[in-house]
T-cell receptor, first 112, second 113 residues
């Protein structure tokens, strides 16, 4: 039983392209997140949605646009990809009350 | 500004030894301190967490020690095993920030057989 799933697991693309990463959770959580993990493994939150409403929007380029069609899904669309966007992107989910965040397996994005 | 500082960056321990990872925070409003464990190619997973109303929490071989006055907390792994080899992240959260977790920089733990 997959709790938080992401697709694709690997994404290799050229600079300037537009790509999307999908995330789904079947835990019944109402809050979902996107994190970026750089080459030094530092984890930084990018966005958070609660009941489809954006509640955290860190200083992220406008090229990154999250979309939450429903509470169980949070997708990340990236326009005009740059070399510096290469990283592992993690989706996570939680209930807004309790504190445990459950992470997906990650999507390794490589921009050539 | 890094609000949660973690050390060491990497740690090598012999099987059966004690692994100790330390974290220090600045924001006194933080009121929840989890530790996450991440294996290569996987997402982080909650290992153990503590709130500032207690000074220690133990779950099996894993113990969190919390020092509120020093604004420090640490993870102790007793009887370290090769299967514990992973990256460990401390984190902190304040209730008023909603669900925002601030992570430390991570510690790469290697337990040699």
């Amino acid at each position: 039983d997959t709790a938080v799933s992401q697709t694709p697991k690997y994404l290799v693309t050229q600079m300037g392209n537009d790509k999307s990463i999908k995330c789904e959770q079947n835990l019944g959580h109402d809050t979902m997140y996107w994190y970026k993990q750089d080459s030094k493994k530092f984890l930084k939150i990018m966005f958070s949605y609660n009941n489809k409403e954006l509640i955290i929007n860190e200083t992220v380029p406008n090229r990154f646009s999250p979309k939450s069609p429903d509470k169980a899904h949070l997708n990340l669309h990236i326009n005009s990809l740059e070399l510096g966007d290469s990283a592992v992107y993690f989706c996570a989910s939680s209930l807004s009350g309790p504190d445990t965040q459950y992470f997906g397996p990650g999507t390794r994005l490589t921009v050539l | 500004q890094q609000q949660v500082k973690q050390s060491p960056q990497s740690l090598i321990v012999q099987k059966g030894g004690i692994s100790i990872i330390n974290c220090a925070y600045e924001n006194t409003a933080f009121d929840y301190f989890p530790w996450y464990q991440q294996f290569p190619g996987k997402g982080p997973a909650l290992l153990i967490a503590i709130r500032p109303d207690v000074s220690e929490k133990k779950e099996g071989r894993f113990t969190i020690s919390f020092n509120k006055s020093a604004k420090q907390f640490s993870l102790h792994i007793m009887d370290s095993q090769p299967g514990d080899s992973a990256t460990y992240f401390c984190a902190a959260k304040e209730e008023t920030s909603g669900s925002r977790l601030t992570f430390g920089e991570g510690t790469q733990l290697t337990v040699n057989p």
